[in-house]
């Protein structure tokens, strides 16, 4: 049982440059989320979905996109990366958030330089 | 819109000591969840232990357990025992229960935990 897989675990942007952070998790979860953590700071909310192709917008989205066309797979997409996306990634999954709370991804770090 | 605050940045204790994290939160909701989990060198964040507003009974999980004061909006973590494998960063979070609302876990700024041998 893979739990929630993201890939990369890590990668260096230029500034402009577009990536897809990948997460797929197989243990059927219909929330998945995607948070961003800065250092010293707590995690930030970017987008989250409660099934597939059911999307919604978290604390802080601009500058990102993603779709859920499978249970399956939430991929986050950055367009024209900026020095402020630098950050970790995470990606999350559950079955019952109040109950189970989140299983996490390792995280992606993601420089922008 | 919820809060956390997590007051202490940093916290150390002596392996098989005790240590309370702290947390407080800011909220308008009577039912709600409280979660607190572990970040290790790893990254991988892993839940510690869980807790229903509407319970009473402090939630324990082994070595750690909860002190949960909803009137004073407080939710500190004891950690008894305390092991090398302890070490991490620990995020407090906050979910609310209602049907229609935020979706979101709200998380603290975290406390960094070190435990000296």
């Known amino acids: 049982n893979a739990g929630v897989t993201q890939t990369p675990k890590f990668r260096i942007l230029k500034i402009g440059q577009s990536m897809t952070l990948q997460c797929t998790q197989d243990?059927?979860?219909?929330?998945m989320y995607w948070y961003r953590q800065d250092p010293g700071m707590g995690l930030k909310l970017i987008y989250y979905s409660v099934g597939a192709g059911i999307t919604d917008k978290g604390e802080v989205p601009n500058g990102y996109n993603v779709s859920r066309s499978t249970t399956e797979d939430f991929p986050l997409r950055l367009e024209l990366a900026a020095p402020s996306q630098t950050s970790v990634y995470f990606c999350?999954?559950?079955?019952?958030?109040?109950?189970?709370?989140?299983?996490f991804g390792s995280g992606t770090r993601l420089t922008v330089v | 819109a919820q809060t956390v605050t997590q007051s202490q940045p940093e916290m150390s204790v002596q392996e098989a000591e005790t240590v309370t994290l702290s947390c407080t939160y800011d909220?308008?909701?009577?039912?709600?969840?409280l979660f607190w989990y572990k970040q290790p060198p790893s990254r991988q964040m892993i839940l510690v232990i869980r807790?229903?507003?509407?319970?009473?009974q402090n939630a324990t999980e082994n070595r750690f357990s909860v002190n949960f004061q909803k009137a004073a909006k407080s939710f500190s973590l004891k950690i008894s025992d305390s092991q090398l494998g302890d070490a991490a960063m620990y995020f407090c979070a906050y979910r609310s229960a209602y049907k229609g609302g935020s979706e979101k876990l709200v998380f603290g700024k975290g406390t960094k935990l070190t435990v000296n041998p």
């Open positions: 807790q229903e507003a509407y319970k009473q």
């Open positions: 243990m059927n979860h219909n929330y």
């Open positions: 999350a999954s559950s079955s019952n958030p109040s109950y189970y709370g989140y299983t």
């Open positions: 909220t308008s909701e009577s039912d709600y969840y």
